[in-house]
């Protein structure tokens, strides 16, 4: 299995290709591309990649799939006996973010771009064992 750890605002998120995470709001449209180049641990299969703080070349690639609000918080304070209370609600802007690949160095490890060239590579083999 194929994941990542990245930093994004302020927060570090295990993310893996295929997936969809909740960052907070990104000032892109819907369908952008998101590079996420915070990368601060990778795991490919077994092989760990440590940055010191970040992988070096190593970055996380995808798109923006919609733009919402977190759920409701609500911050109640209250002072007993002093007749003080003070009621706040609040809602974070959201932005969901469709991790499509993970590359270290330009070639991608994980995700739509690494999973091409295996099922061409498999094909091919299953062509040469047919005609054989």
Known sequence: MTYAIV???????RVEPG????????????????TLDRVLFVNNDGE???????????????????HLRGRKIIVYKMQPKKKTRKKQGHRQELTRVMINSIQINGTAIAGESAAAPVAVAAQDEAETDAES
């Open 48 to 66: 760990a990649l440590v940055g010191q703080p970040v992988v070096e070349g190593a970055v996380v690639m995808g798109s923006v799939v919609s």
């Open 19 to 34: 997936r969809f995470y909740d960052v907070d709001r990104l000032a892109l449209e819907v369908d952008d591309q998101v």
């Open 7 to 13: 930093e994004t605002s302020g927060t570090q998120l």
